[in-house]
C-alpha cells in the first residue's frame, strides 16, 4: 500500500471511529439500564432500545443517555450489533446483518417485559439501520416511535473523505474487505441507502425524530439526515438554539441534544 493510501485508511478510521465510541464498555447493567427484570411503568409503557453508531457499542454511545432515561423511569437497553471485526466494536458487519441482530434483541426486550412496542434511539449509523429493520424485518409492528440522531439517512460525504476514497484504486475494497463492512453502504450515493429509501423513507404507525446539529462535520449535509413522510419532525437545534455548538459525537452528549430526545419520548 503506498504512502498516499496508507494515509487515507488512516484519515477514513479515524472518522469513521467518530461515528461511535470502541473504547467504551461493551457490558454494562444498573438500575432499569440493561435489566432484564424491569417492567414497563405506567408513565413509560414501552422499554426503550438504543442503536449506536460506526465502530462504538451501546453502553459507551449512549454513556449519557441511558442514564437520563432510566432516571425518568424508562426500562432501558443498551445492545451492541454488528460486532464483525472485534469483540465490543459494533456496527461493522452489513447493516442488514445488523438489522436482523437487532430485531431479534427486540424481540428478547419484548418477551422480557412483557410490552407490546419498543423505542428506539439511535445515532448515526444507528439513525438508519433500524430503517432496515422496520421496511424489511417487520420491525414497524413492534417499535411506536424511532428517535435517530444524525442518521446518514441519503448516504453521508463525511465532509469529502467518501469522494476521496474513490481517487485511490483499492481503498474500497480495504474498507470492506478488512475494517467495515457497513462503511460503503452509509455514503453519498450508495446502493444500500438508495434501495432504502425508493418507495417511501417511512413505515404506516411509526413516529420518526430526527435531531440534527449544523456543527456535525461527520454525517454531511445535515439535510442528509432528514426523513420525509407522515410522523415525521425533523428537528436542527440551532434553530432554536442558534449559538449551540454541537458536533457529531456530542449529539449523544450535550444536554441540549438530551432534552430534544427525553421531549421527543414524553410527547
Known sequence: MNRVLRRFVALSTAALTAFGLAAAPANAASGGINDWSCRPSAEHPRPVVTAHGLFGNGPGNFLAVAPMLAGQGYCVFTPTYGQSVLPGVGGTDYVQNSAKEFGQYIDKVLAATKASTVDVVGHSEGGIMPRFYLKYLGGAAKVHHFVALAPPNHGTTMSGIAELAKLFPGASQILVGGLCRACLQLVDGADFVRDLNAG?????????????????????????????????????????????VIGHIGLAYDPISLGYISAALSG
Open 200 to 244: 417511501g423513507e417511512t413505515q404506516p404507525g411509526v413516529r420518526y425524530t430526527v435531531i440534527v446539529s449544523t456543527t456535525d462535520f461527520l454525517v454531511t449535509p445535515i439535510a442528509t439526515s432528514f426523513l420525509n413522510g407522515p410522523n415525521v419532525r425533523n428537528i436542527v437545534i440551532q434553530d432554536e438554539h442558534p449559538g449551540a
